[in-house]
């Protein structure tokens, strides 16, 4: 009867721990294991269950049924930031346990709780048994991610099924020898070989198969016939010099982001030594994804009117969305939709300047916000300015007012396009963000010496800037002067700090999540903001040039000697709340909708809520850096 009622309580174990991850993946074995050495103990309300003041844990706990409360314990008091809940399947404390050193928070039972109790030995020997759990233990977040991407992908698995997805890496992609010839070869040699190939581009390599240039057909028409090329003169002579080209080892989706970045239709694929292993087309991709990534690009360079470009705007959506449902991660996803969506503002530009004689005239256009930092989602209105330089003896006014017009002119065809006017007026047709260089660091210098909650406001927004159309260099020249002259601006630093933990994570205390009367989580205000307020004024303090979240994050970690690690668990949850938001928002919603990052966190599996969770205790590291770091 006794090995009857043991083998009772281990099955109710099993089948219990089969409900959660990481339990529901580990291996037989080691579940069985796990599930023989499970006791259960009773906690009641406000006992306390683990304390750094008893030591090194003797046994590692998982939440059978109830809360338990976590609560940082030490001199520095932010209460706010150190409280969560644990509820049934979540197990504690992983790095005390791990380390065989006394935890650094105190567990308390906030109602009548049973927990599951290892002991500490065999934890242990739980981790050096189960490549499984010892993931979870390493990389908590990041394995909770992936099992969130996979559990994703299945959910599309019919579609998958049908088609290679676009993380298929470039080395399977290419097939074959590509086309290759030397840069003394003769272009009519070239050609014909092109011809009798049946290729659209033919390669120009050294003597160690390392590529030096490209010919593509599309260039024959401009270079060679019409420009009346000698075509017994050398195919070097013709070439595109230093082509695009990206390893082996990247995806699909990175030679679609180059080609919509760079707006190119072929990319050269190189081995780790750079030699040329073969050519990716366009129509390459096309064959993996059916959505139209060829169409949408043709459709943008090749607009002639603002109805093309709006088609061309729904249709990118619609590929995010399928990206979305093959598992493409949120950062690249991102970049995905920026990158197309800078395309189509630059042809918007195009288009515009016909109409507007601006001959003569230099400028840039600058996108701010969202945009400004590659972070763009399926909504987002404009956010956009422009800087144009002054040569000795022009009048600023009079360069001002032909501008100006034009810009307007762009902002209504971009809402045209989907992107809704600005409410705040934050536009390149407001007279007061169409600047000079010097007008723009005179508004940036006035935020930063006086620092009232306009200026902070102003600069949550105007500092993640970067150039969509001109020369680059003139926005590189302002980016460089903000670093130089916010690094040492203690005070301003130290008030953005202060604003940026007006918004704590929302967690609770009792309950996993604090919600708004109507249930939900606005993970723009209380999610992605947390992350890039923070990430901005530590690049500001350390002088990074990046204004992307995650390369402000990872550039500022290097240099402040944060771990890989732990800037990456950061990084890890940032992209998660990345990642609702863009589920969250469909195809027929309107763009910048109140309610497209709004998520009910009771509509989440449990494995989105538990990772959901972790990313909010991420934020609050991130909060809690900056708490210590300014004593606030």
């Given at each position: 009867m006794?090995?009857?009622a043991?083998e009772?309580l281990?099955g109710?174990?099993?089948d219990?721990?089969?409900?959660f991850?990481?339990?529901n993946r580990m291996?037989?074995e080691a579940?069985?294991?796990?599930s023989s050495?499970l006791?259960?103990?009773?906690?009641?309300?406000?006992?306390a269950i683990?304390t750094?003041?008893?030591?090194?844990?003797r046994?590692?706990?998982?939440?059978?049924r109830?809360?338990v409360?976590?609560?940082?314990t030490g001199?520095?008091a932010?209460t706010?930031y150190?409280?969560?809940?644990?509820?049934?399947?979540?197990g504690?404390p992983?790095?005390a346990?791990s380390?065989?050193r006394?935890?650094?928070?105190?567990?308390?039972?906030v109602e009548?709780c049973?927990c599951y109790q290892?002991?500490?030995?065999d934890?242990?020997r739980?981790?050096?048994?189960?490549p499984?759990f010892h993931l979870h233990?390493?990389?908590?977040?990041?394995s909770l991610l992936?099992q969130?991407?996979?559990?994703?992908?299945?959910?599309f698995?019919q579609r998958?099924?049908?088609?290679?997805?676009m993380?298929t890496l470039?080395?399977?992609i290419?097939?074959?020898e590509?086309?290759v010839?030397?840069?003394?070869t003769a272009?009519?040699?070239a050609?014909e070989k092109m011809?009798?190939?049946r290729v659209?581009?033919v390669?120009?390599?050294?003597d160690?198969?390392r590529p030096?240039?490209?010919l593509?057909?599309s260039d024959?028409l401009g270079?060679?016939?019409l420009a009346g090329?000698d075509?017994a003169?050398?195919i070097?002579?013709?070439m595109?010099?230093q082509p695009?080209q990206?390893?082996?080892t990247s995806?699909a989706?990175d030679?679609a982001l180059?080609?919509?970045t760079h707006?190119?239709?072929?990319?050269?694929?190189?081995?780790?030594e750079?030699?040329?292993k073969g050519?990716?087309?366009?129509?390459?991709?096309?064959?993996?994804?059916?959505i139209g990534?060829?169409?949408?690009?043709?459709?943008i360079?090749g607009a002639?009117?603002?109805?093309?470009?709006?088609?061309a705007?729904r249709?990118i959506?619609?590929?995010?969305?399928?990206?979305?449902?093959?598992?493409?991660?949120a950062e690249?996803?991102?970049?995905f939709?920026?990158a197309?969506?800078?395309?189509?503002?630059?042809?918007?530009?195009?288009?515009s300047?016909?109409?507007?004689?601006?001959?003569?005239v230099?400028?840039?256009?600058?996108?701010f916000?969202?945009?400004?930092?590659?972070?763009q989602t399926l909504?987002?209105?404009q956010?956009?300015g422009?800087?144009?330089?002054?040569?000795?003896?022009?009048?600023p006014?009079t360069?001002?007012?032909r501008?100006?017009p034009?810009?307007?002119?762009v902002?209504?065809?971009?809402?045209a396009c989907?992107f809704?006017l600005?409410?705040?007026n934050i536009?390149?047709?407001?007279p007061?963000l169409?600047?000079?260089?010097?007008?723009?660091r005179?508004?940036?210098a006035?935020?930063?010496r006086e620092?009232?909650p306009q200026?902070?406001?102003?600069?949550?927004?105007?500092?993640?800037?970067r150039?969509i159309?001109g020369?680059?260099r003139?926005?590189?020249q302002?980016?460089?002067w903000?670093?130089?002259?916010?690094?040492?601006s203690?005070?301003?630093?130290?008030?953005?700090?202060a604003?940026?933990?007006?918004?704590?994570?929302?967690?609770?205390r009792?309950?996993?999540?604090?919600?708004?009367?109507?249930?939900?989580?606005?993970?723009?205000i209380?999610?992605?903001?947390?992350?890039?307020?923070?990430?901005r004024?530590l690049?500001?303090?350390v002088?990074?040039?990046?204004?992307s979240?995650?390369h402000?994050l990872?550039q500022?970690?290097?240099k402040?000697?944060v771990?890989?690690?732990?800037?990456?668990?950061?990084?890890d949850?940032f992209?998660?709340?990345?990642?609702?938001?863009?589920r969250?928002q469909?195809?027929?919603?309107?763009?910048d909708s109140?309610t497209d990052?709004r998520i009910n966190?009771d509509?989440?599996?449990?494995?989105d809520r538990?990772?959901?969770k972790e990313?909010?205790r991420q934020?609050?590291k991130l909060?809690l850096?900056?708490?210590m770091d300014?004593?606030l």
């Open positions: 006794a090995n009857s043991t009772m281990v109710a174990s099993s219990f721990l089969r409900r991850s990481p339990f291996e037989p579940l069985e294991f796990l050495r006791t259960l103990a009773f906690h009641p309300r406000d006992a683990l750094p003041e008893m030591g090194p844990p046994y590692f706990y998982i939440v059978q109830g809360k409360q976590a609560r940082q001199g520095v932010v706010e150190a409280s969560l809940s644990l509820g049934p399947g979540e504690f992983i790095g346990v380390a065989q006394p935890a650094t928070n105190q567990y308390v039972a009548d049973f290892l002991d500490a030995d934890f242990l739980l981790m050096q048994m189960s499984v233990c390493t990389q908590y977040i990041a992936n969130s991407r996979q559990q994703l992908q299945t959910t698995a998958a099924s049908e088609q290679q997805t993380t470039l080395g399977q290419v097939k074959g590509p086309f010839v030397a840069p003394e272009t009519r040699a050609l011809h009798e190939a659209g581009s390669v120009i390599t050294d160690d198969k030096i240039g490209i593509t057909q024959i270079r060679v016939l090329f075509l003169r050398p070097r002579e013709v595109t010099t695009h990206l390893s082996t995806s989706y030679a180059a080609m919509a707006g190119v239709r072929h990319l050269l694929v190189v081995d780790g750079g030699r040329l050519v990716v087309s366009e129509r390459d991709l096309f064959s993996l994804q059916r990534l060829g169409q949408i690009r043709a459709s360079e002639v009117d603002v109805p093309t470009l709006k088609h705007s249709d959506r619609q590929l995010a969305l399928n990206l979305i449902a093959q598992g493409i991660g690249q996803l991102t970049q939709i920026s197309l969506n800078d395309a189509l503002t630059r042809r918007i530009i195009d288009l300047l016909d109409r507007f004689d601006l001959h003569g230099e400028f840039v256009w600058l996108a916000g969202s945009e400004g930092r590659h972070e909504s987002t209105d956010d956009n422009i800087l144009f330089p002054v040569a000795k003896g022009e009048d006014e360069l001002r007012g501008l100006l034009f810009a307007r002119s902002n209504e065809d971009l809402a989907g809704p600005c409410k705040g536009m390149a047709s407001n007061e169409c600047l000079t260089p010097e007008e723009w005179q508004r940036f006035k935020w930063i620092p009232d200026a902070l406001l102003n600069s949550t927004i105007f500092f993640d800037f150039v159309y020369p680059e003139l926005g590189d302002l980016r460089s903000l670093n130089e002259n916010t690094r040492n203690t005070t301003f630093l130290r008030m953005m700090a604003n940026a933990l007006d918004v704590a994570p929302p967690l609770g009792i309950r996993d999540f604090v919600v708004a009367d109507d249930g939900t989580i606005d993970l723009k209380y999610g992605a903001r947390l992350f890039v307020d923070a990430a004024i690049s500001l303090r002088g990074v040039d990046s204004s979240t995650v402000r990872r500022a970690a290097t402040l000697g771990s890989a690690e732990e800037v990456q668990a950061i990084i949850g992209h998660f709340i990345q990642l609702l938001r863009l969250a469909h195809l027929e919603t309107e763009h109140p990052n966190p509509t989440l599996n449990e494995l538990r990772i959901l990313a909010f934020a609050r909060q850096r900056l708490k300014y004593q």
